[in-house]
């Protein structure tokens, strides 16, 4: 490296726009000038940024070089985006001296070379030089977002990996490695490939194959087990990565588990044992069955983190770039930007790659697609502007959360539930904000919840509020709301129970899973003889981890929720957060019923509101313990008035106009209420169903 006077970066871009892709050039000034016969082999460059993300190398087939004494010139294409930041520049000799610069882009695309420093052999920097930068299997993973550990892990193996060749050619003994691994993800978002490409990297023997867990158990077989012997059936030595290992809980795990490691272990070291899932899902996995800790060192845990902003910007470009849909400069900057901002304001602090493509093929492409075909150029087929975008959705001026917090507020009532709403969710955001900022967090709260009142009064709207929110700040990865009861948990014959339970907890990771009439659960008599103590003891799985990336809602009347949590205080400690949803007042209810009629855009005559307000106030009058609130509301406005109003305007036979369409009459809410007064359309409770031993 001594011949090597100076090193000089820039962007080969003429774009003005902060955010550039495409070529890097890297100047090398000699010294030697009899270097000129011999240039072409004498160094070789590469550029990564941060955790080992490359961006290019002088390598790749596209990459050009030239020399014109006293400087070398190479440029290097990149498929990626350049963005203010810093990254890595390597360069290796002939003799395979490596060193390494620090290189620092501002955000005029202006470049810095500083901090050159010769690295050491094998270490992490000169194993990734040379063994893995132009390595085909190393190239399809390690552009994938939020990988960097098992980039790491894949550097470190391939350290091993040399340095047990170098212990051979000395006739010293080998280095072993536990192959196994525990990967923890943090939204389930790692695909086959990558699994696959980091099995090949770590050289482990043999082949990789992936079993879903939930797929090794079929209750419907004669031999439920045989969907599990059919993936046994690979040679010894296949290595296995287990996937949504919370099956692995319900009914058949215990023999799941100990074929798939009986098979590990008769392979005698030539497989390996995986297993991918949340935090959460290896942990209750774990703790489930005792002696699989025993294959898994505590360096053999590999926590996933979420996107980097570079990582995300990089996504929403290959994710167009795959589409086959080409990007105007302008509108790139206008890409990073909006996405950069919606970052940083937590809008897409879940997004997975499956998002990214879908906001990509459902929202980016349509639009392009309806510009271009609508006036095809000969000359010039189209690429990708900014309108083509819909940069709104990615950095709208509120974000996800305050937009989800907004719909709550706009609820009629609940001030109480809206202001303990309110504040735990400004805790979690605050919490989230400051992990995102790296700052030490040690809140470690659960959000599980008991909502308690009368039917009608809001429950389920206000969990679905809640999976939004908490959708939003990234603590669920889908945020929908799974509405269950006893009739659909509880089984009829042994073991029925815990396979309604595996499916339903399945169904519900990622969401909120909103149990009704939750105390025909449990009756406190403790007899184990009644099957719906076994939905509790299934949910007590979620409800003792942390980061369960799932909610559980217990509701139901405020009278039998208090009697089940009383006789069973280990449950009650579970639930942190308890809101007790009141009865709607008549102008409570008024204001709901004035809403649903806007909706549609209908007018109330001024007879037509009195006689309305008279309804409510009377059926509040007679109400009875199982009285609806907003559900009878909707009834009466859905299908009661509005059929009645059809009904007369039917009768009239006038010209159709839209007063006479859209206009209410007193008469209308009067031969509504005789068919939709409380005692007509009482809520009856649900008797409890499901069989006891």
Known sequence: MENI???????????????????????????DPAFADNYENSYSCYIFAEDFYPMCNSLESCAQFGFEWPALTYVLSSSHIWMPGKYALYIRDKDDVLIRADLTIDKRNRTKVRNICECAMLGSEDVMTTCLATDETWCKMADKPGVSILRQRAIESMRLCVLNNLRKEKGYGQLDECKNLLICTVNNDIDAMTLKCLHMLMRVKGTMKILDCSTLFDVTNNNPYEPLTEELRQEDGTSYCLTCPSALLGTGGKIIVKRITDKIRQAGGKGALWICGTRYEIDSVLDMFPSLKDYFPSANRLQLKPYTAFEMVQAFNDAIAGSGMWIHDEARHALVSAVVKGFEAGNLASWTQADIRHFVDEEVRPQFLKRVLSDIDVDDPGILIADDLCLEKLAASRSTFEESMRQLDKMVGLDDIKQSITTMANRTYF?????????????????????????????TTVARMLGKIYRSLGLLSRGDVIAVDRTRLVGRYIGETEENMKTILEEARGNVLFIDEAYTLYDGSGDRKDYGARVIDSLLTVLTQPDPDMLIVFAGYEKEMDAMLQTNPGLFGRFPYKFRFGDYSADQLMEIACHLFAEDEYVLTAAAHSELLKSIQQTLQQRTKNFGNARWVEQFVRNGIIPALADRVSALGAPATTKLYQTVEAADVKAAYVKFNPKTIELHPRHQIGFSA
């Open 431 to 459: 919490y989230t904000q400051r992990r995102r900022l790296g700052l030490k967090t040690s809140d470690k709260s659960v959000f599980h919840a008991i909502f308690t009142g009368n039917p009608g009064t809001g429950k």
């Open 5 to 31: 006077n100076d090193i000089k970066v820039s962007l080969a871009t003429s774009s003005k726009t902060r955010y550039a892709n495409g070529n890097i050039i890297v100047k090398l000034s000699l010294h």
